[in-house]
């Protein structure tokens, strides 16, 4: 059986989105302002959505093999980078420009959605 990186990616974002929950919910929660912990917890609640559906979709993929599965696999992990990260960062850096950042990760999130239903669907239509 073949390795798929979405399961590795998904586990691994899996794991430091529940770290860096222990240290948002309580090394950071007296340092940052309550709207900056809740900033922190959205980039927390998105990276744990998106890993989880990493791992998912990695296991549709071994199944079904899809190109579409893999185009979604992608904008999940970047949509990650992207939305997750410009929010770690601006939550603890203040720097409020990276805002900018986090709605390009949305909206790799929201076309990783849409490949993952069309390859879904293509899949289905492919096995017999």
């Known amino acids: ?5 979405f399961i590795i990616l998904g586990s691994g974002g899996a794991f430091v989105g529940v770290a860096l929950g222990a240290l948002g ?3 950071l929660k007296a ?3 309550p709207e900056l912990t809740a900033t922190f917890e959205t980039a927390v609640r998105y990276q744990m959505y998106h890993s989880l559906a990493l791992v998912v979709l990695g296991l549709l993929e071994m199944r079904a093999p899809q190109r579409n599965l893999v185009v979604a696999g992608w904008l999940f992990v970047w949509g990650t980078v992207l939305f997750s990260g410009s929010l770690y960062l601006l939550a603890l850096t203040h720097a ?8 390009m990760g ?3 999130f929201l076309a990783g959605w849409v490949f993952l ?3 879904v669907i293509k899949g289905r239509q492919a096995s017999p």
């Open 1 to 5: 059986m073949r390795t798929n990186p």
């Open 25 to 27: 919910a309580h090394a």
């Open 31 to 33: 340092a940052l302002s």
């Open 96 to 103: 409020t420009w990276l805002g900018i950042i986090t709605p």
């Open 106 to 108: 949305g909206t790799l």
């Open 117 to 119: 239903v069309v390859g």
